[in-house]
């Protein structure tokens, strides 16, 4: 069965710094996704960066980036200059197989940024 | 484009009672998928739709029941609701399904059960 482990329950980041928020996971389908979501607590979850299994090169998306490591099994986020409005959860999903839309999600990490 | 709506935004039942909530994709999406958000159990996956038809299933109990109409919009109904049904319910629409589809979240209908 598909497993995604965030073992960081929360962080913290000075202003302008990078960090790195940790994510592995487990499965034995040779063909799947992987995303990173943002949860501010308006509860709404914002999609950041997803990142194909087949895919050769790490994802970025302004900000953040993906650092997968696939011999590994993991898949962290990394965010440069943080800034204070990155406080928030943030969930690492998984989407296995070619088809369908059913995720599962690491159980989150709580980033806080201080000024 | 507006995003994924999801109403009623808040809402307060007591034990016994069912409820339905509504998602209204993104326009153009054919998919959407429910998840359940608690403290104890994070996020878990419910339910998925595409093209009215209901494509993956997750472990819930048959009390949880979702739709899809013909105009991609969703509902999602629980019946005789207890105490743990209380949650943050999350839909999410995507254009299609598969490897590259991403999946866009609306704001979620919290749902508290006294």
């Known amino acids: 069965a598909q497993k995604i482990t965030q073992t960081q329950p929360g962080m913290f980041v000075q202003e302008k710094e990078a960090v790195t928020l940790d994510c592995t996971y487990d499965?034995?389908?040779?063909?799947?996704?992987l995303f990173w979501y943002k949860q501010p607590s308006s509860g709404e979850m914002i999609f950041l960066i997803y990142q194909g299994s087949y895919d050769q090169q790490n994802a970025t998306e302004g900000r953040y980036s993906l650092n997968f490591q696939k011999a590994r099994k993991s898949a962290n986020l990394v965010i440069s200059a943080s800034q204070l409005g990155d406080s928030a959860m943030y969930f690492c999903a998984m989407r296995e197989g070619e088809y369908g839309n059913k995720l599962v999600f690491g159980a989150g990490t709580i980033l806080r940024v201080k000024s | 484009k507006a995003g994924v709506t999801q109403t009623p935004r808040y809402l307060i039942k007591t034990r016994g009672q069912q409820v339905t909530l509504s998602c209204s994709p993104i326009?153009?999406?054919?998919?959407v998928s429910w998840y359940q958000q608690t403290p104890g159990q994070g996020l878990q996956f419910l339910f998925e739709y595409f093209s009215e038809t209901q494509r993956n299933k997750g472990n819930f109990p048959g009390r949880f029941s979702g739709r899809q109409f013909s105009n991609s919009r969703s509902e999602m109904n629980v019946s005789t609701l207890e105490l743990g049904d209380s949650a943050l319910y999350l839909c999410?629409?995507?254009?299609?399904?598969?490897?590259?589809?991403?999946?866009?979240f609306g704001a979620g209908s919290r749902l508290t059960v006294l």
């Open positions: 499965t034995s389908d040779p063909s799947y996704g």
């Open positions: 999410a629409s995507s254009s299609r399904t598969g490897p590259f589809s991403v999946l866009t």
């Open positions: 326009s153009g999406h054919r998919s």
